[in-house]
């Protein structure tokens, strides 16, 4: 079975620092693997994807993850934090076999100080 | 907008009482999925559609839990005799069944049983 698992339900950093949140997965297969960010009260929005083409995948908001396969990590960084990153992120892999749903890692609530 | 909506974004309810959430999907989606959320926890996954056929169902969902997906298009998500414990938010997603398995989310129904 296919898992996910965030390391850090709560990370703070400031205004311009590197934000770095992690995630591990375990799979069976190759995965497909995601990141979606949370804003209160609000659904989820598609940052980043990783597909099996390129390792580094760069997504929207200056987000970017790395595929690592030897060390089953997925993190997501981004080079100088801003105020509006304030939100929970979601690492998720997709179980494709399976009706394509996404299955979510507990989140990681990021906090970004002035 | 073309996006996933849900209806309604809130509702309270007393113990004991049914609800009924809908979901409609973006119009060219034929899978949709419902996940429910917890305060601080990931989204888990309940069930799927592609079409009208309804796929999968976790083991969360109880049998006071009822989603349809009648002509392949909208959903509806029904609990009955509600709990406590079924305060949450619930989500709903939709996608293609082919492609690179991006779940597109709605904002979500927050229900709160008192």
């Known amino acids: 079975a296919q898992s996910v698992t965030q390391l850090g339900s709560h990370v703070s950093v400031s205004e311009g620092a590197l934000v770095l949140l992690r995630c591990n997965y375990s799979s069976s297969v190759p995965p497909y693997l995601f990141w979606y960010v949370q804003y209160p009260n609000q659904g989820l929005q598609l940052l980043l994807k990783y597909t099996s083409a390129a390792t580094l995948v760069k997504g929207i908001n200056g987000f970017e993850a790395e595929f690592k396969k030897s060390e089953t990590s997925f993190h997501l960084t981004k080079p100088s934090a801003h105020m509006s990153d304030a939100a929970e992120y979601f690492c998720a892999v997709s179980d494709y076999n399976q009706g394509g749903k996404l299955i979510f890692g507990q989140g990681t609530e990021l906090s970004v100080k002035p | 907008d073309t996006g996933v909506s849900q209806d309604p974004r809130h509702k309270i309810t007393k113990r004991g009482q049914n609800v009924t959430f809908r979901c409609d999907p973006i119009s060219e989606h034929n899978r949709l999925y419902w996940y429910r959320q917890t305060l601080g926890q990931g989204p888990e996954f309940l069930t799927y559609?592609?079409?009208?056929?309804?796929?999968?169902k976790s083991r969360l969902l109880s049998d006071r839990f009822s989603a349809e997906r009648p002509k392949g298009s909208f959903s509806t998500l029904e609990i009955q005799r509600t709990e406590q414990g079924d305060s949450a938010m619930y989500l709903c997603?939709?996608?293609?069944?082919?492609?690179?398995?991006?779940?597109?989310f709605g904002e979500g129904s927050r229900l709160t049983v008192l």
């Open positions: 997603a939709s996608s293609l069944a082919v492609g690179l398995g991006e779940l597109f």
């Open positions: 559609f592609q079409n009208e056929a309804q796929l999968e």
